[in-house]
């Protein structure tokens, strides 16, 4: 899945066929995704490129860059296991998806300057060390957000529409 800075989350297809039963570790990525539009990563990583970055060149600036964004995934990762706390999920669910994903497209690779993701091994154990905190320290679940769900099949768009 992916997200634009105008609130949208895309998912293709082939993530519900892969996710199968699993709507909770579908929710996770969603939540993901949402955590990026929050926190405004799409406008952030312009800034900080078109700014921190001004004086950079080539390879040097290409690869600051790309950790931010490495960064600006982890920081998503660890605000959707707190968004699934809230929600009222239990366990490491977000976690769980992370391995589930990773090893059903086969990506086991490592973190390297070029990976505009952390790699397997980096992104579990982020993810092991916020849940253990988490775990010291819980979030209380919320009440849901009033809302309703609009489909529109010609566009084959579903909008969550808050009260």
């Not at 990026?36 to 921190?52: E, K, P, T, W």
């Amino acid at each position: 899945a992916w997200s634009a800075s105008s609130g949208t989350v895309a998912i293709p297809r082939a993530a519900f066929r892969a996710y199968g039963p699993r709507l909770d570790y579908l929710s996770c990525t969603v939540a993901h995704e949402i955590a990026h539009i929050q926190r405004h990563h799409v406008f952030q990583h312009s800034y900080y490129d078109s700014h921190a970055l001004r004086q950079l060149q080539g390879q040097q600036k290409e690869q600051q860059s790309l950790a931010k964004g490495r960064d600006d995934e982890l920081e998503a990762d660890r605000d959707a296991a707190d968004m699934m706390a809230r929600a009222g999920y239990r366990g490491r669910v977000c976690l769980d998806d992370l391995v589930f994903m990773h090893k059903s497209v086969g990506d086991g690779s490592s973190t390297e300057p070029d990976s505009t993701h952390p790699g397997y091994e980096e992104r579990i154990a982020a993810m092991k060390a916020h849940y253990e905190q988490r775990e010291r320290r819980p979030l209380k679940p919320q009440k849901a957000t009033p809302g309703s769900f609009v489909y529109n099949r010609d566009d084959n768009l579903l909008t969550f529409v808050p009260l």
